[in-house]
């Protein structure tokens, strides 16, 4: 993730079109007419090899090397073969920023077989160059009269931005933004993304203080650690909505392999955009929908919904896609049931729809609504009218948004049809009031609403506790790397057992039998009725079944009951073994008994990988069902239990288990709790490739794992960085009291809430320059839900009597995209005070930035603060007084910068802010 030179690519002061010419089809020749057609105020100079004295009355150069001055930004639209030569012609000259807007790099090859578009990438990198695209449509920036496209128009000023891959999609979204008034603060594509990519784009989106939401079309994702990171962070500030195009084989931009026990790809881009907390959409006209909602809509704390309507129909419409869609009716209060029934017509029924009466005038909407404001069940109101000869539709609305302004309520409005009903849409769109063309689209934006509140609301949500059991990790990973020594891609089955069962995932206890005859012995110790498999080879690898053919081979039989069972059952596998695996080696039997106290909803649990997003967990129904049901759900690790919850909740047997466990709610917590182990066995041991349990059942002690399959492969990390356990750190104070050193955790808010509550507020004032008399559920989220890639909170914890863990310290650092600069925040307990911690913590905090190559550590602290002052000049700050702002400024030198770049940064010149 960079936002390096992003800013001569949203705000030049200078550009050069290289290639542009008077032709009518010259493409340079497009853009250079809508840069000037835009007003831009900038210096403009043209490159073209047929030596013109100016092209569009711009001066024009012959050549690179001899333009008069670098330009801020550099656009390229020149044939394909010539571009790489010109990008590093740029970088001699000091352009740090370009476009390539020439098309068909991917289709060009340079002299050793690649496609020029690597040639590009590769002299962008050699020179320090910025590369948008190849084969971008440009770039937009209203607020400073930039159109640097070949779109056929341009678009209006607004507080959007919209980052997109394909030109001719942009060009589509130009001129339908245009028609329904949605202005934009940026605008442009990424083509090919040989170099800036989206990860880069939204970073910079989410600092511009311009743009208010961000639009992605995505056709694929090539680096989602760095695209999942920043979008989680921009999405904490502003809306996020997507359009993920290629949902299906056949349409996709590149091909995709489909990962072990997966049959789609898609739920996997869901999974991933949502754990970002990004609103996905299904197309275009679904994105400005829900950008309508997300803008405008009040946030409330309930998602049940009112329909008001001057009849019948529209209302059931309304309703009819509502409980489609997965949302809710609100109920009135026995008040609001009263008062409305005194304010209605005696003939009109008071139920949800609300059917005002086709004479419905604009003081009964109005009183209806404020009826409804007083009910506090009630936080959304969908205001339907259907034009009648009765009343003006202009009036209605107004009596609409008057009302609107003085609520409470969550109003948006559906004025059906079209020739006599644009004026009052024009005016609630003036008012800021979401309005919709039918009943489907407002219900569809308004569940668009619902669901990206209720992702922000899990993401912020404080994990249920859970206490990790004992694990000795060292065992489990050398247990895994002596097979990887013995050249063996896979664990048997009884090591796949003793390594989940090391986590505390319990297993059923198996015999396990060289041949015929120690099965018959093993079941005269152990007496019937017992199951016995056939253990081969290929059988040790996970999800088998779902490659080799459900149910067309038998490897389990149950329920034997005497010694000629067992043998004939023996028998029996041994020949379906060789006629449907002959080249897999025989490992032998594994017996257990049949009943063994085991019921209910069988789930299947487990690990795969995918080519693009790396380790997935999944979750679904075993059994036929997974493939029947397509229940196999998807998730990306780590998980901690609300998330664990959640991907639980989206199967089709969790609504089985709900229905028919006779102990629902600790069945779901012991699935949630072995899906979180299996988060955590992929984080310490990242060369599992695939594990199965198949099936998970449920015992009078919790769930059980009946059998497990494990394969391994390359170590792979998660692409959302887990938790890092190898910081954690035992310290010794000056008293001699110990404390864990360690990084924070979700589940830490309880803990980190009484610490702030603990504080003097003094030192409250020093910690966050104001006095706070209290800090909500949302603020303590905030502080304990990082992203280990892109800040880093250590706290001093120890544990008290009663089991819980007391919060003594922390310190906290963010981090600028670029790893050139980080921030820090330290606070210690008041009654710690003079025992050292404070430096231990910022000691710890300047080792771990310096590792990751951070360039310099700063701080600010109040004048009054001496207790830090006098602690950063021990650890080397330097200490100046900044007079117009009124602090103390403290900076530490980390790392020395090994380019010019790093230099301008840390002189000042940042990103926007």
Avoid at 152 to 166: D, N, T
Avoid at 667 to 689: F, G, K, W, Y
Wanted: proline content about 6%; hydrophobic content about 40%.
């Amino acid at each position: 993730m960079s936002t390096r030179h992003l800013n001569a690519l949203f705000n030049p002061r200078s550009i050069a079109v290289i290639g542009a010419s008077e032709r009518a089809t010259s493409l340079g020749g497009m853009v250079l007419r809508n840069i000037r057609a835009g007003d831009y105020p900038g210096q403009l100079l043209v490159v073209n090899r047929q030596g013109y004295d100016k092209v569009h009355g711009i001066r024009c150069e012959r050549r690179v090397k001899q333009m008069p001055w670098a330009p801020d930004l550099a656009i390229i639209c020149t044939p394909p073969e010539t571009v790489p030569k010109l990008v590093r012609q740029l970088g001699e000259c000091g352009v740090r920023t370009a476009m390539v807007m020439t098309g068909g790099m991917s289709r060009s090859y340079s002299r050793n077989g690649e496609p020029l578009m690597y040639a590009v990438r590769d002299a962008a990198k050699k020179a320090g160059v910025r590369i948008l695209g190849p084969n971008t449509i440009g770039i937009m920036s209203p607020d400073t009269h930039l159109n640097a496209t070949y779109a056929h128009m341009g678009v209006l000023p607004g507080k959007i931005g919209f980052v997109g891959q394909s030109g001719t999609v942009a060009s589509a979204v130009i001129d339908w933004a245009f028609a329904r008034g949605v202005g934009f603060s940026r605008l442009l594509t990424l083509g090919d993304g040989m170099d800036i990519a989206h990860d880069d784009l939204i970073d910079y989106l989410a600092e511009d203080p311009g743009t208010r939401a961000i639009l992605l079309h995505i056709e694929h994702i090539p680096n989602p650690r760095r695209f999942i990171s920043s979008v989680r962070a921009a999405s904490r500030s502003k809306p996020v909505i997507a359009v993920k195009s290629g949902r299906f084989p056949d349409s996709e931009y590149l091909p995709h392999t489909l990962p072990d026990g997966i049959t789609q790809t898609d739920p996997i881009y869901d999974a991933a955009l949502q754990r970002a907390g990004v609103l996905r959409v299904n197309g275009l006209d679904e994105m400005f929908d829900a950008l309508e909602s997300l803008s405008r809509m009040r946030r409330v704390r309930r998602e049940e919904l009112v329909v008001l309507c001057n009849g019948v129909g529209p209302g059931v419409l309304a309703v009819d896609r509502l409980l489609y869609q997965g949302g809710e009716l609100a109920q009135f209060s026995e008040e609001t049931v009263a008062k409305l029934e005194q304010r209605l017509p005696g003939y009109l029924s008071v139920r949800n729809p609300l059917d005002l009466g086709y004479d419905a005038s604009p003081q009964l909407y109005a009183d209806v609504l404020q009826i409804l404001g007083q009910d506090p069940g009630i936080a959304n109101v969908l205001v339907m009218y259907t034009p009648t000869l009765l009343e003006d539709t202009l009036h209605i609305a107004d009596s609409v948004m008057q009302v609107a302004r003085r609520q409470r309520l969550n109003v948006f409005t559906c004025w059906l049809g079209q020739s006599t009903v644009l004026d009052a849409r024009d005016a609630f769109y003036e008012a800021g009031v979401p309005t919709f063309f039918s009943p489907e689209k407002a219900i569809r934006a308004f569940m668009h609403f619902v669901k990206h509140q209720r992702g922000q609301r899990l993401l912020a949500e404080t994990p249920e506790s859970w206490v990790e059991p004992e694990v000795n990790r060292q065992e489990a990973r050398e247990m895994v790397q002596k097979v990887i020594r013995s050249r063996r891609n896979h664990l048997t089955n009884r090591e796949a057992r003793q390594l989940v069962a090391a986590y505390g995932i319990q297993t059923l206890e198996t015999a396990y039998c060289d041949d015929e005859e120690e099965a018959v012995e093993a079941f005269r110790e152990w007496g019937g009725p017992v199951n016995i498999t056939l253990l081969h080879e290929r059988g040790c690898h996970p999800y088998l079944e779902e490659t080799s053919g459900r149910g067309r081979y038998r490897y389990t039989i149950r329920r034997l009951n005497d010694e000629a069972a067992i043998s004939n059952a023996c028998q029996t596998l041994m020949e379906q073994y060789r006629k449907h695996f002959p080249n897999s080696g025989f490992l032998g039997f594994a017996m257990h008994q049949t009943n063994a106290g085991l019921e209910g909803i069988g789930f299947s649990l487990g690990l795969t990988r995918d080519a693009v997003f790396g380790p997935l967990i999944v979750c679904g129904s075993a059994g036929a069902r997974v493939n029947i049901m397509s229940d196999r759900r998807v998730a990306l690790p780590p998980l901690n239990m609300n998330l664990a919850n959640e991907l639980l909740a989206r199967s089709n047997a969790y609504r089985l288990l709900r229905e028919y466990s006779p102990k629902p709610e600790e069945d779901i917590r012991a699935v949630c709790q072995t899906l979180v182990t299996l988060s955590q066995i992929n984080s310490d041991i990242p060369e599992i490739r695939g594990l199965e349990i198949l099936p998970l059942l449920f015992g009078e002690d919790g769930a059980v794992a009946c059998d497990v399959a494990i394969d391994l492969g390359e170590p792979v990390r998660p692409v959302i960085k887990p938790y890092p356990r190898e910081l954690e750190e035992w310290v010794s104070l000056k008293s001699g009291r110990k404390v864990l050193v360690r990084p924070i955790r979700a589940e830490d808010e309880p803990g980190h809430l009484e610490f702030h509550q603990s504080q003097s507020p003094e030192t409250i004032r020093y910690r966050f320059f104001q006095y706070r008399n209290s800090f909500t559920h949302d603020d303590i989220a905030r502080m304990v839900q990082i992203d280990y890639d892109r800040e880093m909170v250590f706290i001093a914890t120890e544990w008290l009597e009663d089991g819980s863990e007391r919060t003594l310290g922390t310190v906290r650092v963010w981090t600028d995209a670029d790893n050139i600069q980080c921030e820090f925040a330290v606070m210690v307990r008041d009654d710690l005070r003079g025992e050292g911690l404070g430096r231990i913590l910022m000691e710890k905090m300047i080792r771990y930035c310096k590792a990751r190559g951070t360039l310099e550590m700063v701080g600010h602290v109040l004048p009054g603060n001496e207790a830090m002052a006098g602690l950063a000049r021990a650890l080397g700050f330097s200490v100046t007084y900044d007079q117009e702002e009124d602090v103390v400024a403290l900076k530490l030198p980390l790392n020395k910068p090994t380019e010019d770049w790093h230099l301008d940064r840390l002189d000042g010149e940042m990103p926007p802010i």
